[in-house]
């Protein structure tokens, strides 16, 4: 098993991936659309860039670009997709529901990823696809379960057929 201390970028992935969770938290926790939301917002964009930077220089896992790198690109893609249209509101008039799905779902990628670091590392590797894969996929579950809480009514005030 390869040391939190292998390279200093490990040490840069780990101390940001330790913000990322502080201030994702935050902004997931406390009311949204305050100059506070959007201060710890830039935050939590800011420690992901670098987290999901830094992801591409680690290769000790695999020794090649390997699954832990095809997750960062689609975290990254998660991500932008939660600015823009924070960027784009004047002309998008469904920007909150994308921004609050697609930063939803980076927050809840950030703690599955979270779990899959700490117990992949903890347990031995027979219990890899129980407890790494199988709880990771309960987190993504659970952060599904609480998007569709969320913005299921959005989208019915939105899409729903008028009454008779």
């Known amino acids: 098993m390869i040391g939190l201390t ?3 970028i490990t040490l840069v992935h780990v101390g940001f991936s330790g913000l990322a969770l502080v201030t994702g938290t935050w902004v997931v926790l406390n009311p949204k659309g305050t100059r506070r939301h959007r201060w710890l917002g830039y935050a939590y964009v800011a420690s992901m860039s670098v987290v999901l930077t830094t992801a591409f220089g680690i290769y000790h896992l695999f020794g ?5 790198h095809w997750g ?3 975290s ?3 991500l932008v997709g939660g600015l823009w249209p924070v960027w784009l509101r004047s002309r998008m008039p469904s920007w909150l529901f994308w921004h609050q799905l697609s930063m939803g779902l980076s927050v809840a990628g950030l703690y599955a990823t979270f779990l899959v670091e700490s117990t992949y590392r903890l347990f031995p590797a027979r219990y890899f696809w129980f407890t790494t894969v199988g709880t990771s996929t309960l987190v993504l579950l659970a952060a599904i379960w609480l998007l569709y809480k ?10 729903s057929l008028p009454e008779r």
């Open 64 to 68: 090649r670009f390997g699954i832990v």
């Open 150 to 159: 969320q913005l299921a009514p959005q989208l019915t005030r939105r899409y």
């Open 6 to 8: 292998a390279a200093p």
């Open 76 to 78: 990254w893609l998660v």
């Open 72 to 74: 960062a690109v689609g």
